[in-house]
T-cell receptor, first 116, second 113 residues
Framework: NAGVTQTPKFQVLKTGQSMTLQCAQD?????MYWYRQDPGMGLRLIYY???????DKGEVPNGYNVSRLNKREFSLRLESAAPSQTSVYFC???????????????FGDGTRLSIL | SQQGEEDPQALSIQEGENATMNCSYK?????LQWYRQNSGRGLVHLIL?????REKHSGRLRVTLDTSKKSSSLLITASRAADTASYFC?????????????FGKGTKLTVNP
């Protein structure tokens, strides 16, 4: 069972370049999330998708776009990368629960992105 | 902004000792979850406690929740070197339909053999 798979694992970009981070889950989960993790900052939510065809902004959406391609896949795009977007990006998914947030999130192993 | 704040930021103990980490939060919650992150890996869910629960156990883990103080603690008993990781609390909103968890900044635990 692969769970949540993120590609690529590492990437180095130059300022101004564009890039799409890929995420796929095989657990038939409805909800998917993109976070960034910076030293000393914990995880911050960029965008999330409650179901196929819907996306919503999180805490730090500026400079990013997302696409919920189908139930399995949720991609994150940097249109014009900036050094401030150097971070580790995590994708997560979650099943439906009794309330919307009372199920655990399942995480991928991250994409380490450096922007020069 | 962050909802949960873990304390301490870092903790170093000897194998066999107990480790206690605390989490404080600011607003009403539906539930509070604890996650572990090994170096270079994604977060792994450990335990969830709902707002109407006060204590929960899972193996060597014990979680308490005090909604009046807006705080939670995670106790790891008889720690092992393999418990070395960062631990994060995350809070779920009480608002119906809310999808989001808000994560704290984490406690880095080192268990020395």
């Amino acid at each position: 069972n692969a769970g949540v798979t993120q590609t690529p694992k590492f990437q180095v970009l130059k300022t101004g370049q564009s890039m799409t981070l890929q995420c796929a889950q095989d657990m038939n989960h409805n909800s998917m999330y993109w976070y960034r993790q910076d030293p000393g900052m914990g995880l911050r939510l960029i965008y999330y998708s409650a179901s196929e065809g819907t996306t919503d902004k999180g805490e730090v959406p500026n400079g990013y776009n997302v696409s919920r391609l189908n139930k399995r896949e949720f991609s994150l795009r940097l249109e014009s990368a900036a050094p401030s977007q150097t971070s580790v990006y995590f994708c997560a998914s979650r099943n439906e629960g009794r309330t919307k947030s009372d199920q655990p999130q399942h995480f991928g192993d991250g994409t380490r992105l450096s922007i020069l | 902004s962050q909802q949960g704040e873990e304390d301490p930021q870092a903790l170093s103990i000897q194998e066999g000792e107990n480790a206690t980490m605390n989490c404080s939060y600011k607003t009403s919650i539906n539930n509070l979850q604890w996650y572990r992150q090994n170096s270079g890996r994604g977060l792994v869910h450990l335990i969830l406690i709902r707002s109407n629960e006060r204590e929960k156990h899972s193996g060597r883990l014990r979680v308490t929740l005090d909604t009046s103080k807006k705080s939670s603690s995670l106790l790891i008993t008889a720690s092992r070197a393999a418990d070395t990781a960062s631990y994060f609390c995350a809070t779920g909103s009480p608002q119906g339909g809310s999808e989001k968890l808000v994560f704290g900044k984490g406690t880095k635990l080192t268990v020395n053999p």
